[in-house]
């Protein structure tokens, strides 16, 4: 990031594509050959004017172009998988010109929940920055995107964290990153008021998970703003508003 006379310029730089996706088709090819993979996690997608679903698509390419792809366990991980995860993630960032970012490079794909003995812990899905990689247990993801009212959704959730790590550093030089930290920091404040917490808590509106940390609420709360949009802002305004704000979302007011 830096200035000059008269603006703010970042100077944000995407890593080398690292993508395996096989399949050689255009925007249109996608929306006609795969459509079902993308309502899964994008139910109003057929609702769209096409413009905007060349762009989804679009977007949806540019992903699968920059992240590589890696199944373990023999996880049954073909063309539509890949094309529904980069479809959930492409749904995060709907409100960002720079929607790629380089916390991660990699997608591990795991048939089902994986203990890691180095951390003593079994994960259905994972944020490792260190490695930058993101991990999946396949049938959970597949659980989450066909139960989309439930508020927990495992892609959300993970790209998520990865969104916060790349926003949140203090170098940070995304063209979004000063935006999220606002926000951020609003979503902080809300929840330190402790009338504001005793409240949601009692809505039963989020998992108890969500109060482990910060970063984990945060996480559990764009999957509301996608999954429990009606509630969620109904409830808690304000808060809604926050979280749409920190990422840009088309549905929230602009800042």
Same mark, same amino acid.
């Given at each position: ?124 899905? $994972?944020? %490792? ?6 991990? @999946?247990? +396949? ?6 995107? /066909?139960? =989309? ?24 030089? $995304?063209? %979004? ?6 926000? @951020?920091? +609003? ?6 008021? /402790?009338? =504001? ?34 509630? @969620? ?23």
């Amino acid at each position: 990031m830096f200035y000059n006379r008269y603006r703010l310029f970042y100077d944000y730089r995407l890593n080398k594509p690292n993508g395996n996706f096989e399949l050689k088709i255009t925007p249109e090819q996608l929306i006609y050959q795969h459509t079902d993979a993308i309502v899964k996690v994008f139910p109003i997608f057929n609702q769209l004017p096409h413009r905007f679903k060349i762009n989804y698509c679009k977007r949806i390419l540019k992903f699968l172009n920059q992240y590589h792809f890696i199944s373990k366990d023999n996880a049954l991980v073909n063309s539509a998988v890949k094309i529904s995860i980069a479809a959930s993630y492409i749904k995060l960032t709907l409100g960002y010109n720079q929607f790629l970012i380089n916390a991660f490079d990699k997608i591990i794909i795991y048939p089902t929940a994986k203990y890691f003995h180095h951390l003593d812990e079994t994960h259905t899905g $994972h944020f %490792n920055p260190k490695l930058k990689v993101i991990m @999946f247990a +396949l049938d959970e993801f597949q659980h989450d995107i /066909s139960h =989309n009212t439930d508020g927990k959704d495992i892609a959300l959730h993970e790209f998520s964290h990865a969104l916060c790590f790349e926003m949140l550093k203090s170098t940070a030089t $995304h063209p %979004n990153a000063t935006s999220f930290k606002k926000n @951020f920091q +609003l979503i902080k404040n809300w929840f330190n008021n /402790s009338n =504001n917490k005793t409240r949601l808590i009692q809505t039963n509106l989020i998992r108890s998970y969500a109060y482990t940390n910060l970063l984990e609420l945060i996480s559990v709360l764009i999957e509301l703003f996608f999954e429990k949009e009606v509630e @969620f802002k109904s409830l808690f305004p304000d808060l809604y508003q926050y979280v749409g704000k920190m990422i840009q979302h088309p549905k929230a007011k602009s800042i």
